[in-house]
């Protein structure tokens, strides 16, 4: 596999939930990286989050992981059992059918 270029990959703003929750995600953006390569067995996306953005409504997965790296700045993820600081570096899992509710918030 060839080396990604994330510029290539169409930059999106908000997401597909309905209103009022539409709202939310104003300052979200988010690349589909995972298509831009051709994957079909996961997902990738490069989400960029402006201050006080939303990576998305608080859920959980029951049938798919999900991995978070953060690459640059400072977040506040959001779980069940509290508010943690993620710094640029810093990776966080959940596994599928694990029914804590999370979201990442700048």
């Known amino acids: 596999m060839p080396v990604i270029d994330p510029d290539k990959a169409t930059k999106k703003n908000g997401s597909g939930y309905p209103e009022p929750h539409a709202n939310a995600m104003k300052k979200r953006w988010y690349q589909r990286i995972g298509d831009l390569a ?11 989050l402006e201050p006080g953005g ?15 790296l953060v690459t640059e700045g400072e977040l506040i993820l959001v779980q069940d059992s509290g508010e943690t600081v993620m710094l640029a570096g810093a990776m966080a899992a959940f596994k599928a059918g694990d029914p804590d509710g999370h ?4």
């Open 54 to 68: 939303k990576s998305s409504l608080r859920h959980w997965h029951s049938s798919e992981d999900e991995f978070v």
């Open 103 to 106: 979201h990442l918030i700048n």
């Open 38 to 48: 051709g994957l079909t067995q996961f997902g990738v996306n490069l989400v960029t």
